[in-house]
């Protein structure tokens, strides 16, 4: 299930200088994490042509909220000034109640109950059920007994451990961005990455202010992939970076 929220004009350049100003505008690039949510991964896809560019973010987590488990995108190109969607993840606790399909069970108190070694979660309209262990999550970094999050922690850490050992569900696929943000199907990757250093708009950073989107700028001015460089030393975008959402 997909809505298209928001769309604004067009611009005509590729200069390094354009694609800046259009990252930098006010309210319409992509905060990490959004506000009131439960951060699990984001990826960065960048397309270009001759005549095109367009980068694609996608922010996976828990809209604390909304109640809704999302991978919200944003898009910016040359074609297309900004545009934001959203993309849904249903997760359940696996019950014989289907009155309760696909909220999440609750108990008398109102707690949500949802077990993280035992899950089912619904992607596009197809239903997967994993059964990680304890030791999975280990392995990524995400212990099970530390509580941050009162009863949602559990959804957050789910989504973080879908967004690393199943990526390609959680994730779009390049047709899907393109159809998604009406784009051709012929425009090619450019780049992709789950890491670079995302503006922190704590400190009011924009993205002009760090080297790794003024490079990133530059490659696509010039259609050169080789000319984007981001220093390991500057990643921010795994979730340990970020603190915990306001619950």
Aim: a neutral charge.
């Amino acid at each position: 299930m997909q809505k298209l929220l928001t769309a604004f004009g067009n611009l005509s350049s590729n200069t390094e200088r354009e694609i800046l100003k259009q990252w930098n505008k006010l309210g319409r690039f992509p905060a990490i994490p959004p506000a009131d949510f439960g951060y699990a991964r984001a990826r960065l896809t960048v397309f270009r042509s001759n005549i095109e560019w367009l980068t694609v973010f996608e922010i996976v987590g828990y809209a604390s909220k909304a109640g809704e488990c999302l991978n919200v995108l944003h898009a910016h190109g040359n074609k297309l000034s900004s545009k934001r969607s959203l993309h849904f993840l249903e997760i359940m606790k696996p019950s014989k109640n289907s009155a309760n399909y696909p909220n999440f069970d609750e108990d008398e108190a109102g707690n949500i109950l949802l077990d993280p070694l035992d899950f089912t979660v619904v992607i596009g309209d197809r239903e997967y059920h994993y059964t990680p262990t304890s030791e999975d999550y280990l392995k990524l970094g995400i212990s099970l007994k530390h509580k941050s999050a009162g009863e949602i922690d559990a959804i957050v850490k789910i989504l973080r451990w879908l967004s690393y050992e199943h990526s390609e569900k959680v994730f779009l696929g390049h047709l899907q961005m393109l159809k998604l943000f009406a784009r051709p199907e012929a425009l090619p990757l450019f780049l992709q990455t789950y890491e670079w250093q995302h503006p922190d708009f704590r400190k009011h950073e924009k993205p002009s202010d760090l080297l790794c989107f003024r490079n990133l700028a530059k490659a696509l001015a010039l259609n050169d992939s080789s000319l984007y460089k981001c220093p390991e030393q500057f990643f921010n975008t795994h979730w340990s970076f970020w603190p915990e959402w306001p619950n």
